[in-house]
């Protein structure tokens, strides 16, 4: 269960390296959310409008374009347009065509990325194996929307606003690095499980604390990679990120980046959760073997159905799955087999506990008790309306005289007959039963005593 539990908090980072790094909609995801963030936003409209100034010569070619002594006016205005430029650039990285553009160069990375990893290289444009994030064509776009022109926009070099994201003698150790990425993730998502089922199996006296332990295990990794995530974050961004200016950016980048991560580990949290329910409901608890009750039935008699409900559950969970590889088809049937072995396993106890179950003997002790609440709730009733039929006769004062409301005799309610308050004692005598303040034992005392008349019959009522 230990080895499980670190073979569980392996491989979430396994996972996720892969998912985030190695797959091309999941990064061109990830780096859509990433420009929808205002800080990064405002970074990277920072970055562009440098990349502008550094790539074309914005005083000279304002001062061929101004007429006579105005060409002094170049630097002052050069330094205006800048600041226009900074100030119009984040609205522009807003709008659907910088995002597009954004989304598209990301894509284009990235495939020429896994290109170069996977050693197709017929199938990548690189130079010496180089590869780089190419934002001209935002560059070029930032330019248009923010006023400097299609004339300026058109003379940015080939190279501007590239950001290298591989250099060429970076090559090999990426290649291993990717390949030990895929195997990791693959191998440690079925040792993780394989080793739990494995503890479950080979734990046969109390197997329920087994599973049960099994989703601690689950919830504590799932939780570790929380707590680890906030922590390497800090870590991270300090090292990568030299600037101060720069840091929010790179926080904000790190939390989007890495949220996947947390989506993964939650997904671990939520499995643990099944197991520590599947292992209180095998337990030898008061509440389990109430649940076992009402579930025996069901697992014993429509066994189909339940295995079919799982089936259904599992098809729709590997169907809308973000992912339908390998790795994501194995580990769902390893999860759908030990289920399917918990459920065995939980028609087989319910068996030997309940070896006669059926709907009537389950559900039949909650009807009756239902019944029994019913009539007791309207025994009142009765006797009010036993009560309103007997009047006793009108009284006169001595002397005579007319009738009188005030002079009538108080009436007197008729208590129940012996075979409703034989009823009534039954009923009660079965609630403390229930309640445990009764034995078994002292029970069918009682009820023998009421039904062979041993208990006195209740009085008369009084005469007038």
Request: aromatic share 6%; net charge negative; glycine share 10%.
């Amino acid at each position: 269960m230990i080895l499980g539990s670190v073979l569980a908090f392996l491989s979430v980072f396994a996972i996720w390296t892969e998912r985030q790094a190695l797959n091309t909609d999941d990064w061109v995801n990830t780096s859509g959310r990433l420009l929808q963030n205002e800080t990064i936003r405002e970074t990277l409209a920072d970055y562009l409008v440098d990349q502008l100034y550094e790539n074309v010569d914005v005083r000279k070619e304002l001062e061929e374009i101004l007429p006579g002594d105005t060409k002094d006016l170049a630097g002052p205005a050069a330094g205006g347009l800048r600041q226009v430029a900074g100030q119009g650039a984040e609205k522009a990285l807003e709008t659907s065509t910088a995002q597009g553009l954004w989304e598209e160069a990301n894509r284009t990375t990235h495939e020429q990325l896994l290109a170069v990893l996977e050693n197709k290289g017929e199938a990548v444009e690189t130079e010496g194996g180089d590869v780089k994030l190419n934002l001209g064509s935002l560059l070029t776009n930032l330019a248009q929307q923010v006023g400097i022109g299609e004339s300026l926009a058109e003379k940015l070099p080939p190279d501007a606003a590239q950001v290298e994201i591989l250099k060429s003698d970076q090559l090999k150790t990426a290649q291993d690095i990717a390949v030990a990425i895929k195997g990791l993730a693959l191998l440690l998502s079925i040792l993780t499980l394989l080793t739990f089922a494995a503890a479950i199996y080979l734990s046969r006296g109390e197997r329920w604390v087994t599973v049960l332990l099994s989703g601690v295990g689950l919830v504590a990794a799932g939780f570790a990679v929380v707590v680890v995530r906030h922590i390497a974050g800090g870590i991270v961004v300090d090292q990568l990120v030299r600037e101060e200016s720069v840091k929010p950016a790179g926080e904000a980048a790190w939390s989007i980046g890495t949220s996947l991560m947390t989506s993964i580990a939650t997904t671990v949290i939520v499995v643990g959760v099944l197991f520590l329910a599947a292992g209180w409901l095998a337990s030898p608890t008061g509440g389990a073997r109430t649940t076992r009750r009402y579930l025996a039935p069901t697992l014993q008699t429509h066994p189909g159905y339940v295995y079919a409900g799982l089936a259904i559950l599992v098809s729709i969970y590997f169907l809308s799955g973000p992912t339908q590889g390998l790795r994501t088809f194995l580990t769902t049937l390893i999860v759908a087999g030990m289920a399917a072995f918990g459920i065995h396993e939980l028609r087989r106890q319910t068996e030997e506990e309940f070896p006669a179950a059926s709907y009537d003997e389950t559900f039949g002790g909650t009807r009756d008790k239902v019944v029994g609440a019913v009539r007791e709730a309207n025994i009142p009733e009765r006797v009010g309306e036993q009560a309103s039929k007997l009047r006793l006769p009108e009284m006169r004062r001595p002397g005579g005289g007319g009738e009188h409301p005030q002079d009538e005799a108080p009436t007197t309610a008729m208590p129940l007959s012996s075979e409703d308050a034989r009823l009534a004692r039954l009923e009660r005598l079965g609630t403390l039963r229930e309640k445990g303040i009764l034995t078994e034992e002292e029970f069918a005392a009682e009820k023998a005593r009421l039904l062979g008349g041993q208990q006195p019959e209740p009085d008369a009522p009084p005469k007038a």
